[in-house]
């Protein structure tokens, strides 16, 4: 048999395999969020937050991949007053995702690989909020406010060697404390957690390792 003939007979096996983008089984995420959870403006005081994250991705296989990771919600712009918190909020994240179509994305000739396509996540998130002390007014410590477990639907695609870019949607329910009327007791106001749903929308550029 000639070369040319083993050559056309091995072309169509080699197209059904997810071509490997990366050796590395974990991305290090560094990344600024342009849509989501941390933007925040007040106009009172001109104070300007965005939200930065460092997430950890790590490859189970070529479908299954387990993330975690914090998200803050920085002041960027200077602070001339003391009562300004730098943190606006910090949210830790855990989740799962599933990469699926893989293999039609090769044959369509799509980018593909590790950490590279549309994918299905579940994750459970939990947020923190500054608040004041007893007697002060500054806003230097930050305490659990909900948390939230979400399915989402998203793509993730590499923009060169150390970029890319996270998009995903979805809902979720949380569990927010309201008001809940007066303690009958003491007579102070009381709060009580109750579901809420809770819609995602996620847009975030990262440098990645």
Request: glycine share 10%.
């Amino acid at each position: 048999m000639s070369l040319s003939a083993l050559a056309q007979t091995a072309a169509p096996e080699s197209q059904t395999t997810v071509p490997l983008a990366s050796t590395r089984k974990t991305l290090i995420k560094l990344g600024l969020g342009v849509v989501g959870r941390g933007y925040a403006f007040n106009g009172f005081n001109d104070r300007f937050y965005v939200p930065l994250s460092l997430e950890l991705e790590h490859q189970l296989n070529e479908r299954f991949s387990v993330y975690g990771g914090v998200n803050g919600s920085f002041r960027v712009t200077s602070n001339q007053d003391y009562y300004t918190p730098f943190v606006n909020r910090v949210v830790g994240l855990l989740g799962g995702r599933y990469y699926y179509n893989q293999q039609r994305r090769v044959q369509e000739g799509k980018a593909a690989g590790p950490f590279v396509g549309n994918y299905l996540a579940l994750q459970a998130s939990s947020d923190f909020v500054p608040y004041s002390l007893p007697y002060s007014y500054q806003k230097s410590n930050l305490r659990y406010s909900y948390s939230t477990l979400s399915a989402l639907w998203g793509m993730q695609r590499r923009l060169g060697r150390f970029l890319l870019y996270d998009v995903n949607a979805g809902l979720g329910v949380s569990n927010p404390s309201s008001f809940n009327g007066f303690d009958s007791v003491n007579g102070g106001p009381s709060y009580k957690r109750k579901p809420k749903l809770r819609p995602e929308l996620n847009v975030r550029f990262s440098l990645v390792h």
